[in-house]
Each structure stands twice: as C-alpha cells, then as structure tokens.
C-alpha cells in the first residue's frame, strides 16, 4: 500500500500496489503493521457499507465525540464518489479546513480520516456502495455532524445535491461549542 498525506495533517490517501496476472490482481487493502507504522490508528472494531441508488446523493459531514471518537477507512466499492474530510481540531493548523479525493469502484482509493474530522461525500453516479472501517463503535449518544453547505468551510461540491436526509440538511450554522473534539 502507497499511503500519501493530504493537506491536512492525520488525512491520507491510501492506494493499493496491485500484483497483476492472467487472472487479474491481487492487493492488499489492510494492514494493521502498516497503519501502525505511519501513526495511524490501527484499531478497527466495526465495518459499514452505505448503498446510495441516485447520483447526488449526500451523506455527511459526520463525526463522534469524545471518548468515542473515530478514524475511518472509507473505499468506495460500486461507482464513484466525491469524498471530503473536514479537520474539526481545534488544535489543528488546518482547523475548518477540508480535503477531498475521489473513490471509486475503478480507481480503487482509499481515504483515512482521523479521529477529530468530520467525513462526508457525494455520490457521483447511480448505485454506489461505499464500505467503511471504524476504530470505534457507532455511540448515537455523541454522533455529531456539521451541514455540508455550511460557510463555515466553504467545501466546493462537484455537483448537486439531489438527496440527503432531514439530519443532515438541518444541521445548524457551525458555532464552536464546548464540546471537546
């Protein structure tokens, strides 16, 4: 595995390094020894597969609180999509800042995103299925999120939005509250 930091401290795109035969291709899309060695947190407890049937599909912009908070490992599987890792740290040189890449089912990508970062895409054609993995078990007591057209982060959408759910498009204008991330 190729792992190239992005922008963003802590967020990297992650490629597979295919072995190519009369078959196709073997590669691996895990490693724990490998996160490990790059600081990433190699802890995985839970597995999650979204399936978005319309292009302009928005889930997002997602995250946990403390002490439940989450890195994710997200690859998309069926289609494609525009996927974005919004820093949350308050710490951070990179606070309010975003990144994106896209994944898709061709292009085989992956994108980490750390604890403290807010995740979300859009989907780019019918059909997608995205697969996660988690470092933490969904806690709906501290699931937090930030609406995806907030001016806050100005994050430029490739397209538009054509679904998303009531919780997503009603999150609040984003305030820096208490609560610790």
Known sequence: MKFSETKISGVFEISFEPIH???????RSWCQDEFASHGLNSHLVQCDISGSRRKGTLRGLHYQLEPFAESKLIRCTRGSIY????????????????????????????LYVPEGCA?????????????????????????????????????????????ISARDASYPD???NNEAL
């Open 21 to 27: 035969d009369d078959r196709g291709f073997f590669a």
């Open 83 to 110: 996927d974005v890792a919004l820093d949350l740290r308050t710490s951070s040189p990179t606070y309010k800042s975003w990144t994106s890449l896209i994944l898709s089912a061709a292009n085989h990508l992956m």
């Open 119 to 163: 995740h979300g895409f859009l989907t780019l054609e019918d059909g997608c299925e995205v697969f996660y993995q988690m470092s933490q078990f969904y806690h709906p007591e501290v699931a937090r999120g930030v609406r995806w057209n907030d001016p806050a982060f100005g994050i430029d959408w490739p397209g538009k939005v054509e679904v």
């Open 174 to 176: 984003f305030v820096r």
